[in-house]
């Protein structure tokens, strides 16, 4: 369906200023979120949690975020890496927090290479924290025994 709303808008003589391609693309992504909402409230009634990776990288939105009801973010490493050296980066990081308790959602900080990254990362309230400065990484073997 949407892929039909989308190509019957393109094929139209109309006039650039005819929002009449606007209305159709609307339509599509409304059906789109519909979809996604459906999927979402699925896998959260199997007792899955979505987990967005990179946050923070690119420009940031929110709204898939309250939308598909995610319940963790992990903070891009390059937010967490400069911690120590970078008011921009603490300032980052303390806006997702923020918003983490707003619309309930846990933060993950990934690239965590050290101790004195950890400490500010507990101190400026983050839950979870993933890196090397954390544990090293082993082979699956050592933590799992061979599958039957």
Do not use: W
């Not at 007792?47 to 967005?52: N, P, Q, V």
């Not at 420009?59 to 319940?71: E, M, R, Y």
């Amino acid at each position: 369906m949407t892929c039909a709303m989308l190509s019957k808008t393109r094929h139209h003589d109309t006039h650039p200023a005819d929002t009449s391609h606007s209305r159709g693309l609307e339509q599509a992504f409304g059906v789109f979120n519909q979809v996604s909402e459906q999927l979402t409230t699925a896998y959260h009634a199997l007792g899955g949690k979505i987990l967005i990776d990179g946050f923070g990288r690119r420009s940031v939105s929110f709204a898939p975020i309250k939308t598909l009801g995610v319940a963790f973010v992990k903070v891009d490493g390059s937010i967490t890496r400069k911690l120590l050296t970078s008011e921009v980066a603490r300032t980052k990081m303390g806006a997702i927090l923020r918003v983490g308790e707003a619309l309930a959602f846990e933060v993950v900080a990934e690239c965590v290479e050290d101790q004195n990254i950890l400490l500010r990362l507990k101190a400026l309230g983050v839950a979870y924290a993933q890196g090397f400065g954390i544990y090293q990484p082993h082979p699956i073997d050592s933590f799992a025994s061979p599958a039957p």
